[in-house]
């Protein structure tokens, strides 16, 4: 039943890729073949190693490749301290400003009711079990300030708060650097609703 | 075709590509259409922050057919984003837009009850009842308007005190005094609950409780047999801020 070739089987696995299609996906497989195999290689070693190695922490849920991750294995972090992310990529941002010394909670996602994505389908059982352990004190909600993001931190801040928790949104305002002028009208009317004394 | 400066609003927005989106969109004149927006989702793009559900636009797209490509956006008046539990009546709305909404059919009239809706429910914390009303014009839009201001049996005028059984493909029956005590296959209500509907008032809770549960029926055979995932997540929320898990099960039995 299997008659499709060895290289048509890469194109497809290649289609896998998000924003790759058919096109793109040949071009990738040719250039592996023809001009770079030992990159080839490389990729292929690296997901192999990846998919077997790298897990979701289990008090994260982050990717690591540890049961535990090194940030929630630090004895440095503020264990009463959590902040609530949607991506991995949104935990590294935050944490590279280095204000922030507590610990995470990646989301992998966010709500979407439209979408079929409901609480179980990110995560929030086992939030829910973490707050339950008693060590939160505080949770910083840092979903992106979409409508899909302020779902999901309205309905995680409801989950805080029933648990006598303290709930708090990160802030958002003018890019530094950023010229007012150049600043879209909503962004300029959060950052003045969330102005501090200078 | 070009369009230009059309009013609209995103129902649903999805990633398309590395930078673009899929957009679906409810504008006053063209009804729901489907929509590319190229490039969209890079970080310099002009509209990436106004593309967003419950925002009234001024947009315009090229092309026709089931997706046209999305030419120019921009927010029209203030920001208008909801917030807490009206955000997940706002995700309602669209949903059950995007489930009975044929694209290229043309719907003023509901475009202008949305956008009211919208209104109401930044400044309106009895969604409910904002809802309801909303329900009501989306039935007549469509061609299944509730009858609400009497018997369909012998004309009268709806009595406030007066028991009736409600069929939704035909409308109130007052009910006999003998029939009270006697199962009857329409929804039961009382007068002051189809007065209510039809006035857009609701004095008792009781009347929004019979408003909802006319409305999930005669909703129900338009929607067919898949649940709307915005009213399961909305009913979590409730129960979430009640602090009542059961009410998760129990509002549902309402109409089925
Ligand atoms: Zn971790």
Redesign the interface.
Known sequence: MNDITVLEALKQALRRLPGVGPKSASRMAYHLLERDREGARLIAQALTNAVERIVHCKRCNNLSETELCPICSSPRRDKSLLCVVESPSDLVSLDQSGVYNGLYFVLMGRLSPLDGIGPEEIGIPRLEALLDEGTVKEVVLATNLTVEGEATAHYIGDLVRARRIKASRIAYGVPIGGELEYTDRNTLARALAGRREA | MRIHQQPAYVL?H?DY??TSLLLEVFTARHGRIGLIAKGARRASSRVR??L???QRLLIGWSGKGELAVLTGAE?DG??T????QA??C???M??VL?RLLHRHDPHDALFEAYQNTLQRLRHDDTNEAVLRIFEKHLLRELGYGLVLDRDVVDRAPIEAQAVYDYIVDRGPRRLAHLELNLPTEGIRMRGASLIALEQESFAEAAMLRDAKALMRAALARHLGDQPL??R??FR??VA??T?DVMAEAGVDKAGG
């Open positions: 649903h999805r590509s590395e922050g106004i967003k559900p419950f927010q203030p920001d984003s909801l917030a807490a955000l997940y706002g995700f309602y669209n949903e995007l995932h915005s399961k997540l979590r929320v979430t801020a602090g």
